[in-house]
């Protein structure tokens, strides 16, 4: 007697490799045992077959194929029942592999797009209006302010506030300068999507990974799991590893040329704790606050207890400590120079004496 098990049912055959005994499966049940024969677990069904005969063989535990060729072809029967369940089983599991990450991962390259656009378009828009009215593009800076306000003043209120007599600008009559505030406003519409595409995704990393978030920042953290390519694979990477994510050209292009310098670190950089730090710490504080990430990523897999702000504050104490130890390597040097330097101008006052 042999056992057998596929997302249609659970077969029993004879010697002669005959069906003497069989359990069909629903859609859920297929759905569900499925699962469980990739697992390579027992199914309810094969448990009952196993109490009722005693010597009775399981075929997918077995390796010989002749036995399990003269399966397939007495399942020819079953042909359209298996393809039927076999496409809902492939179905179900393309809408599991549908995870928050993947979602986060989406979200947080929309936002790059978006202002990689935006920049693309307000040149344009800046140059255009320039011709128009040149001391507005020159004196506002922030692109997103500088759209604002133009779709906001006319240009004689902005000579006004600017306290200008005259501009070098033309005046561009009304019907040509439909284009140009039309730009602005899709400008003024992308800024609107970016902003919020932002304010989604740090409510989905906070709901989702909050110890990565309270350490690294929605964007950075979001970043972190578009490079690693997922949740799971940020996991499984060392401190190291997270320290260097987005730095992979410079990577390579040491290990190409040992001339180029290796990263010190990756997209973190663009973290508040290192932008603010001395340079001749940027890459101890991306070494600590890695370490740190790597741990917060570790929690929020595993659905551990919230430590974000924990986490964030011993970075935040050893940077402190790393500042204290740079000052103080940076007074003794100082105390020795200028031990060395009296030292060398005694000296040549007393060749000066002894001429």
């Avoid at 009952?48 to 010989?64: A, C, G, M, V, Y």
């Avoid at 202002?115 to 378009?121: D, E, K, Q, S, T």
């Avoid at 003024?188 to 909050?210: F, Q, R, T, V």
Wanted: charged share 35%.
């Amino acid at each position: 007697m042999y056992l057998f098990s596929n997302s249609v049912g659970t077969f029993v055959f004879n010697q002669n490799m005959q069906i003497r005994e069989k359990i069909l499966f629903t859609e859920e049940e297929s759905k569900k045992n499925t699962i469980l024969i990739e697992k390579g677990e027992t199914l309810e069904t094969e448990k009952k077959f196993l109490e009722k005969f005693k010597n009775i063989d399981d075929l997918r535990q077995s390796k010989d194929g002749k036995k399990l060729h003269v399966i397939l072809t007495e399942m020819q029967q079953y042909k359209n029942e298996l393809l039927t369940l076999n496409m809902l089983n492939t179905k179900q599991k393309i809408q599991d592999s549908v995870t928050e990450d993947i979602l986060v991962q989406q979200c947080v390259n929309a936002i790059d797009e978006y202002a990689r656009a935006a920049n693309l378009l307000v040149k344009r828009l800046r140059e255009w209006y320039s011709f128009y009215f040149p001391e507005i593009s020159k004196k506002i800076e922030d692109n997103d302010t500088f759209v604002k306000l133009i779709l906001k003043n006319s240009k004689k209120e902005m000579m006004k506030e600017m306290k200008l007599v005259f501009s070098m600008g033309k005046d561009i009559p009304e019907k040509d300068r439909i284009g140009m505030m039309d730009l602005a406003k899709q400008v003024s519409s992308i800024y609107g999507s970016k902003e919020e595409a932002e304010i989604y995704l740090e409510k989905m990393m906070k709901d989702n990974y909050p110890n990565l978030t309270a350490i690294a920042g929605a964007q950075i953290g979001a970043k972190l799991i578009s490079f690693a390519g997922s949740i799971k694979r940020l996991v499984m990477f060392p401190a190291s590893t997270v320290q260097l994510l987005g730095a992979e050209k410079a990577l390579f292009r040491h290990m190409v040329n040992r001339r180029c310098l290796p990263p010190k670190y990756g997209v973190i950089h663009e973290h508040p704790f290192i932008q603010k730090a001395p340079k001749s710490i940027h890459g101890k504080v991306a070494r600590v606050l890695a370490d740190k990430i790597s741990l917060a990523v570790k929690i929020d897999y595993f659905k551990g207890e919230f430590r974000g702000d924990a986490l964030r504050k011993e970075v935040e104490e050893r940077i402190v400590e790393m500042n204290r130890q740079l000052v103080s390597a940076k007074d003794k040097k100082y105390k020795e120079e200028k031990k060395d330097y009296k030292k060398s101008d005694f000296h040549g006052k007393n060749k000066n004496r002894n001429r």
